[in-house]
């Protein structure tokens, strides 16, 4: 069971190994899956629609002649986005469905496509505005027994659509998107809840897009590559690797979900782990972000 005892210090996110990113081959996905668990980092996060559908499938080609990879690793996936798409021609629509029937159905489906008789994370996506909670409890608790999913989770939920769930069903973590650029997480309450339940924080696009590596004229993103020059100089560390740094700097103790496909780039956030900023270090970057300094 995913715990923050046993947890990798990063998470492989899949959503760029496919369609939406490197079109990776099957022979490639192999070399990455390997050299990922290499490093240690046994935890890949995928998503039913990854690729529109196509990603859990070609991850799960290479599970299926080398049933020992799975046996080395931990693997998360998420359901409740229904995209529109030729993989689901049934969608009219794009929506949120986090009926018992439709995570059931995507259960049994990423089952199939990744080649394993079980996961070992569940999260729900988005949150669907109009989700039971009771209902929910339920399939989870069903697919629990039934050794289909170990624990569960969900991504994107505020404080208070957390409290909800988790009244009912026990949850073990919430991906939210957490960057420089996105900081809401330290301030809605999402942090505060992680700490108080003693739940895992991850974070989605835990670079802000690539947007701080990119020449622009933003006064903000100007601000921010400015400190990040200065300390990098200070630490002999990556831009990358220093906002790595500053996320796992704060107590809750963020997971950052990679989402590269370069080998090269998940080496280099590895050799981030043993840097720690000062409590001033992690306020400078703050203010860079905001602009002037705190209140």
Request: glycine share 6%; proline share 3%.
């Amino acid at each position: 069971m995913l715990s923050k005892e046993n947890i990798s210090p990063f998470i492989i996110g899949t959503m760029r190994l496919g369609k939406w990113g490197s079109n990776l081959s099957t022979k490639e996905y192999e070399r990455f899956i390997e050299g990922c668990l290499d490093l240690g980092l046994i935890d890949f996060d995928h998503a039913d629609i990854y690729g529109h559908y196509t990603t859990e499938t070609e991850f799960g080609t290479v599970l299926k002649d080398r049933s020992d990879l799975r046996k080395k690793m931990r693997i998360t996936t998420k359901c409740g986005i229904k995209l529109t798409s030729e993989n689901r021609p049934q969608h009219n629509i794009k929506s949120y469905d986090l009926s018992a029937k439709h995570i059931r159905d995507s259960v049994e489906i990423s089952l199939k496509e990744l080649s394993t008789d079980y996961l070992d994370v569940l999260l729900l996506h988005r949150p669907d505005y109009l989700f039971d909670p009771n209902e929910i409890a339920e399939v989870f608790s069903d697919l629990k027994k039934e050794g289909k999913v170990l624990s569960f989770g969900v991504s994107n939920f505020s404080p208070s659509q957390f409290d909800l769930l988790n009244a009912y069903t026990p949850l073990i973590t919430n991906q939210v998107q957490i960057s420089l650029l996105h900081r809401n997480s330290f301030e809605d309450g999402t942090l505060d809840q992680c700490q108080k339940l003693g739940i895992i924080p991850c974070a989605w696009s835990p670079l802000g897009g690539g947007e701080l590596f990119k020449e622009t004229t933003d006064k903000s993103i100007l601000r921010i590559q400015k400190t990040l020059k200065k300390l990098s100089k200070k630490y002999n560390l990556t831009e990358d690797q220093l906002l790595y740094v500053w996320l796992r700097k704060h107590p809750a103790g963020i997971i950052p979900v990679l989402g590269t496909s370069k080998l090269e780039r998940i080496i280099t956030a590895q050799k981030s782990l043993n840097t720690s900023l000062s409590h001033e270090e992690w306020y400078m970057l703050w203010e860079s972000a905001l602009g002037r300094e705190v209140d």
